[in-house]
């Protein structure tokens, strides 16, 4: 299927990238891990500001409030972004919305691992490829039992879903999400490789 033409004028480009970047960038989960009384997250674990660091305060409430909003920060700018200026528009938004989360202005550029913010975009995008890119990170977090792994085996597999469902843009946006998936994880790979990732209910190694 060949690529359809990019409509998209530089203005609305520019417009769009601003808008998911400023809604990406909205560190919710440093703001309810202050609200529900946990202080700063950025302190313990990874030093991420996702849902999964937010978890490792024990607040179930904060951790599932940041996964939410997390998610609606990735699709919200796809969204609107789409109404106001057309299709293209909306992939412009969500790799900007992305790149926000990962690297926030208002914390120094140091932001979560966009996990949930990229189902928050695939669900915009396009729904079955987060269906099924949700599935494959629980089956693979079933299988391993390490979060991590699941992670970048979804992010791989997103790509080629989209392919398989002939959306050529959003799979061109689903492989820069991916390889920007792998420089947050970075960390991550190193203790895989090492085999000193920890599994779901293990400790962070010091």
Known sequence: ???????????????SLVLGYLLGSVPFGLLFSYALGEGDVRKIGSGSI????????????AAALTL???????????LIARAL??????????LAAFLGHLFPVWLGFKGGKGIAVS??????????????????WIAILAAFRISSLSALAAAVLTPLYMFLFHRPHEAVLAVLLAVL??????????????????RVG?????
């Open 68 to 78: 939410l909003f997390d998610a609606l920060k990735g699709a919200a700018p796809v």
């Open 1 to 15: 299927m060949p690529l359809p033409d990019l409509s998209l004028t530089p203005t609305a480009a520019i417009l």
């Open 181 to 198: 998936v792998f420089v947050a994880h970075r960390d991550n790979i190193r203790r895989l490789l090492r085999g000193e990732e920890p």
């Open 119 to 136: 189902l928050g975009i695939l669900l915009a995008l396009y729904w079955p490829v987060a269906v099924l890119a949700l599935a494959s």
């Open 85 to 94: 200026w057309g299709a293209d528009a909306g992939l412009f938004a969500g």
């Open 202 to 206: 293990q400790s962070k190694p010091a």
């Open 50 to 61: 996702g849902a999964t660091n937010v978890l490792r305060t024990g607040n179930y409430a």
